[in-house]
């Protein structure tokens, strides 16, 4: 087992000679990197708020510098200990940013931020005894890109990480904004004081610690937890022109070849592949991990170094070992096991001996086991296995960090390297005959690094044997790993800094015990500059822009000379202008960090502790497993209150370079011919939907069978419905292209079987087949055209679907009789024929072939493997079943018939079966948690309920004008063209303007309110109103169909992450069908029943007629409204009409509460505001 085990995890091996080489190969690899911004798109994130302390320089009890030679700061390099700080952090509180939170547009987000930071600042105000009076200074950390104008004055980029909020956002002014909702008067203003991106807060804030001298460098910062990032400064000269600063300052006696950029990597996003693919590191357990993130192909480097990804490749790899190496089926695991990051990282962190019993109790603990006929058994094996697994992982990412690390200092120039690995021993020792070998320290932070199983001291060890195997025993220089936790990650070193330079304007505000010249006791300040006036101003615009600062040529915040007073400009690096690295040919977005500010006064070296605090917000840090812990839910809603100036900052921001109009690389004139074949294709299949409406009868009557008209549209209904979900998920497996290729097949071929058919049977048979197909390029071309147009544009696009609907339903309609009687029933049904040929063609050639591919490297059969076949016959059966009973019974079959009631009680047995068996699989056809987590089970179950009040309303409307108002079947027809040209204009300008108002939740608000509206109205109807006051009396409803039927498309998919459009969308398109279907069979039993009830209320018996003529005359009324017009005026005939009055009216009434609930069911959902794309 021993050596199966070994052999197993071999692909994950790395030893000190590929680790070495991958050093020099990126090396070279950074050289050329352009500098570039992007964001992650996934992970966790958090909010941390607390006040920040500084105690000093005269603190440290490890040696005179702090900084030993041997282990981390005079500590092993498996201790977790970490050394004393010069800064504390006290009364600081931790939230998760939940997913409803990211969802939110900006103004509630950062009210909710805003709330926060009044929480801290209250109890601050409390302990402290801090003013309430004046402005409180706060640094802030944001580990997102983002343009810095000023040290105070930030503008975010494209957030990513989940955050579905728009770019181009004045950070300063909604967090001071967010603040000023959230506080009550008692609470003090705060003031912007610094902004910073995390990484470079790192190293500059353990530069700010460390204590540096001849032989210790602060050389960079490096963060391992939730992601893998590093800062370094680089000659300005070996950077591309345009990523360098227009203007720098320099300190006296430097000039500008001495000037650093502090550039925070990224390692570069996915540009260090090429050297990974190449030293065969990405082995397959990544390629899968790859191709099932949220965006494929991006951040290889992180996948294997840090973050929730390290679990889910252990994950993976003992799911892979247990199935293929033991033979144990994947439907007799813990379900937990089987699911996405079941297995976190922080479990596989301390997942190490002392014993095989130990592993065995903890295995046990974290995954129950299964309930399955079989149960699966933890074994000590077993448990042995995972963590050479786990070990194997870690390893393996030492080693890479280890050779990225030295990658970066050589590319930095600190470390010597030759040129060739050919080269031989590196004979780079003058530099060490000159004087003592120099110490790099690199500052660490994050929890990967700390805590996931001897990371840090295998990463030393890496680091060691790559300096030895480059220079030998004479190596002029040593790398060492050192933690920065304090003040790091969190930007807490940094953000005092900041406020030390505004306590010219605001000393009061910040400290606990203040001199009357309100100066902090026993420190020396010279005047304030100007510049420095100007930045600790109040937290208005600055009307003047400070000139940038460069690393000083010293190492760091200390030099060499014999004075005791520091000059702070040496601690400037904190305010060095910063990038983020990427890939080269990426097209560069906006560059992180400019940090530009004016020189500051200096200050004793000698000073006391300060009894300084600011409160310093941290956020957003992404939690070491990206799971959150409950947090209250956000009360803020969608609706923007008093952000008129947050959208004038955000509008005020420096342009950005236009996106893509498509998705995919998609150029405009392939797009357009997709599209355009897409929706001729719906134009026919929709025109098909409608045309049985005025043509059936002719159908009918030539078959003989006008007793099986219903079955008609009952056929199409049911195929068109049952199938979509699963045409949805196959697409994910198999891409877009062939099961839309398919459903055209079908399509055409069962349009020609309807045009040949030479029985009712066939026909019927053939209408099934039309569905399926109809069906199915209905929901793939939605599908396709949310693959290739951004969500920013959608909702304009799917303007351009409801005027195509709206055009081919009712052409089908006018036009089916017409054909019919001029042409022939049958070329009614052939002449679509060739159309949707013509469309296959096009759509064969010009769809991307592998559109929509979830998993790209995966053949045919492996994607089939996973693909959920149980729940597809579940869920296609209770569907079918579901759409039987209702639809035939008390229309075509009674209820009490065997059919009704067997289809009822196999949906009842099926439907609970189906919801089982989806919470087992991985990839369900119907993923349970879209009908239980919101804002998507909101959404789902408000477009569920429009969609039954649009059918209910439709199908008991006619029934008042026909038996209520006495007007023909010809007059109530034409009744309902006013409401369906108001839905479907409504509908028309609802997409429109989501896309310019970039809002999502005022078409969900206004559908269900007009909903409610509408149905209130038609509960109050009565006899002997004028006609206009009808039609009035529609409109409304129709007003809310047509907000909320493309308002919850736009949504849900916007709720949603792109990889699950296709799911959402079948999904979202089942249960309006299955809205449909219930809407008129609930309202017709409804309807039945108050009619029976109040036509033996109101119905009297006339003299000589006994029980059994009311009993038939009851019974013949109810069958057939025609029965009521053709009754002899009189009061019989009024007691009949006042009957269906009363019943029609109650049921309107019962419409009322499923619109209330639509109402309860969107108010509090919170969605995210599109962003603008040019």
């Given at each position: ?812 309609a006018a036009l089916g009789g017409l054909m019919a ?85 196999i949906f009842g047995i099926s439907f609970p079966t ?25 959404i789902i179950f408000s477009n569920f309920i429009a ?228």
């Amino acid at each position: 087992m021993k050596s199966d085990i070994e052999q197993f995890i071999k692909p994950l091996a790395i030893d000190d000679t590929t680790v070495h080489a991958l050093s020099h190969e990126l090396y070279r690899t950074f050289q050329h990197l352009s500098a570039n911004s992007l964001t992650s798109t996934s992970g966790g994130t958090n909010l941390r708020v607390g006040f920040i302390e500084l105690l000093g320089n005269d603190i440290s009890t490890n040696g005179e510098n702090g900084i030993n030679g041997n282990g981390v700061n005079g500590k092993p390099h498996d201790s977790d200990a970490e050394s004393p700080s010069n800064i504390r952090r006290v009364l600081e509180k931790s939230w998760p940013i939940l997913d409803v939170l990211k969802n939110e547009n900006a103004d509630s987000l950062f009210k909710w931020i805003g709330c926060c930071i009044a929480e801290v600042v209250r109890e601050g105000c409390e302990v402290f005894n801090l003013p309430r009076d004046q402005e409180l200074p706060m640094g802030v950390t944001f580990s997102f890109p983002m343009v810095q104008n000023t040290l105070a004055d930030a503008t975010l980029m494209a957030m990513g990480k989940g955050f579905a909020i728009t770019s181009r956002l004045h950070l300063g002014t909604h967090l001071i904004n967010g603040y000023e909702k959230a506080k009550t008067p008692d609470l003090p203003p705060i003031k912007v004081a610094a902004i910073l991106n995390d990484a470079v807060a790192t190293l500059v804030s353990f530069i700010y610690q460390s204590k540096e001298d001849s032989t210790n460098k602060a050389a960079m910062g490096l963060i391992c937890g939730t992601g893998s990032n590093a800062t370094i400064p680089l000659k300005r000269s070996t950077l591309h022109k345009d990523k360098q600063p227009g203007e720098v300052k320099v300190l006296n006696g430097d000039t500008t070849d001495d000037i650093k950029i502090a550039v925070n990597t990224e390692w570069s996003i996915n540009g260090t592949a090429p050297p990974l693919h190449k030293f065969g590191l990405v082995n397959k357990w990544d390629t899968r991990l790859d191709a099932e993130g949220e965006a494929p192909g991006f951040q290889p480097l992180e996948y294997m170094t840090s973050g929730r990804y390290l679990g889910e490749l252990g994950r993976l790899m003992l799911l892979d070992y247990l199935e293929h190496h033991l033979n144990i089926a994947p439907d007799t695991l813990p379900q937990k096991l089987t699911t996405r990051f079941g297995l976190t990282t922080t479990f596989l962190s301390h997942f190490r001996p002392p014993n095989a019993a130990a592993l065995l109790k903890k295995l046990e603990a974290e995954f129950p086991e299964s309930t399955a006929k079989a149960p699966f058994r933890w074994t000590e094996e077993i448990a042995l296995i995972l963590y050479k697994i786990a070990k194997a992982i870690e390893v393996r990412a030492a080693g890479i960090i280890a050779a990225a690390i030295v990658g970066l200092l050589a590319c930095a120039g600190d470390i010597p390297f030759r040129e060739s690995l050919q080269d031989g021993t590196n004979n780079h020792t003058p530099e060490a005959e000159k004087g003592p070998q120099i110490n790099l320290i690199v500052g660490y932070t994050g929890g990967c690094i700390v805590h996931f199983q001897d990371y840090l001291a295998d990463c030393q060890k890496f680091l060691d044997s790559i300096i030895r195997t480059e220079f030998g025993d004479n190596a002029p220089v040593r790398v060492s790993l050192s933690p920065c936790h304090d003040g790091g990650i969190t930007g807490a070193g940094v953000n005092p800094l900041a406020v030390l330079r505004n306590w010219g304007l605001r000393t009061t505000t910040v400290m606990t015990t203040s001199d009357n010249d309100a100066r902090p006791h026993g420190q020396d300040y010279e005047p304030v500059s100007e510049r420095t006036a100007l930045l600790g101003g109040s937290r208005g615009r600055y009307t003047q822009e400070p000139e940038p600062i460069a690393i000083p040529r010293g190492n760091g915040l200390y030099n060499d000379s014999e004075s005791d007073d520091l000059d702070p400009n040496e601690a400037d690096l904190l305010v060095a202008r910063s990038y983020t690295s990427g890939a080269s040919g990426l097209a560069p977005e906006a560059f992180e960090s400019a940090m530009l500010r004016g020189r500051r006064q200096s200050w004793s070296k000698t000073r006391q502790a300060s009894l300084t605090r600011s409160i310093a917000s941290i956020s957003p840090r992404p939690t070491l497993n990206g799971h959150y812990e409950e947090a209250p839910e956000s009360p803020f809603s969608d609706v923007d209150t008093n952000g008129g100036d947050l959208e004038a900052a955000t509008n005020a921001a420096h342009s950005q370079k236009p996106m893509p109009a498509f998705l995919i690389d998609t150029d405009r004139r392939r797009f357009y011919i997709v599209f355009l074949s897409i929706m001729f294709t719906h134009f026919v299949a929709c025109f098909d939907g409608t045309i049985m409406a005025s043509s059936h009868p002719v159908i009918t009557s030539y078959f003989r069978s006008s007793n099986s008209a219903s079955w008609l549209s009952t056929a199409f209904l049911l195929t068109s419905t049952a199938f979509q979900p699963i045409i949805g998920r196959l697409s994910d497996t198999v891409g877009r292209k062939p099961p839309y290729l398919a459903t055209t097949v079908i399509f055409a071929l069962a349009t020609l079987w309807c045009a040949l058919a030479q029985s009712m049977t066939g026909f019927i048979l053939a209408r099934a087949a039309c569905g399926l197909g109809a069906g199915g390029v209905l929901g793939m071309g939605s599908i396709i055209i949310s693959d290739l147009v951004p969500i920013e544009r959608r909702g304009s696009y799917q303007s351009y679907v409801n005027i195509v609907y709206g055009l081919a339903s009712a052409s089908g309609a006018a036009l089916g009789g017409l054909m019919a009687d001029s042409l022939g029933w049958r070329w009614e049904f052939g002449i679509q024929v060739f159309p949707i040929v013509i469309c296959f063609v096009v759509a064969f050639v010009a769809i991307p072939n592998d559109l929509g591919l979830q998993n790209k490297h995966q053949t045919f059969r492996e994607g089939m493997k996973t693909f959920d076949f149980r729940g597809s016959v579940l869920l296609t059966t209770s569907t079918t079943f579901l759409i039987l009973g209702l639809n035939l019974g008390g229309n075509v079959l009674p209820w009490s018939h065997p059919f009704i009631i067997a289809s009822l009680v196999i949906f009842g047995i099926s439907f609970p079966t189906c919801l089982w068996a989806e919470s087992r699989h991985e990839r369900p056809i119907m993923p349970l948690i879209l009908l239980h987590s919101s804002p998507r089970a909101n959404i789902i179950f408000s477009n569920f309920i429009a969609s039954f009040l649009l059918n209910a309303i439709l199908f008991n409307t006619p029934l008042f004008f026909q038996a209520v108002l006495l007007t023909s079947a010809t007059k109530s027809g034409l009744y309902l063209v006013v409401p369906v040209a108001t839905a479907s204009a409504t509908g028309t300008l609802t997409g429109f303007l989501i896309s310019y108002t970039r809002r999502l939740k005022w078409p969900l608000t206004l559908g269900t309110l007009f909903y409610l509206l509408g149905t209130l109205l038609l509960s109050s109807l009565r006899r002997g109103w004028p006609l206009f006051a009808y039609l009035l009396c529609l409109v409304p409803s129709s007003i809310g169909q047509g907000f909320q039927f493309p308002g919850t498309f736009m949504a849900v998919l916007a709720a949603s992450e792109h990889r699950e459009q296709a799911v959402v969308t079948s999904t979202l398109v089942l249960w309006r069908a299955l809205g449909s279907v219930l809407g008129v069979a609930f309202s017709s039993l409804v309807l039945q029943n108050a009619l029976l009830r109040y036509l033996m209320e109101y119905v009297e018996v006339p003299e000589g007629k006994g029980v059994e003529w009311k009993m038939a005359l009851v019974e013949k009324v109810r069958e057939s409204v025609e029965a009521v017009a053709a009754l002899p005026d009189g009061p019989l005939k009024d007691q009949v009409v006042a009957s269906y009055e009363s019943a029609v009216r109650l049921t309107f009434l019962f419409l009322v509460g499923f619109a209330a609930v639509s109402v309860l069911l969107i108010m509090p959902v919170k969605l995210p505001r599109l962003g603008a794309r040019k």
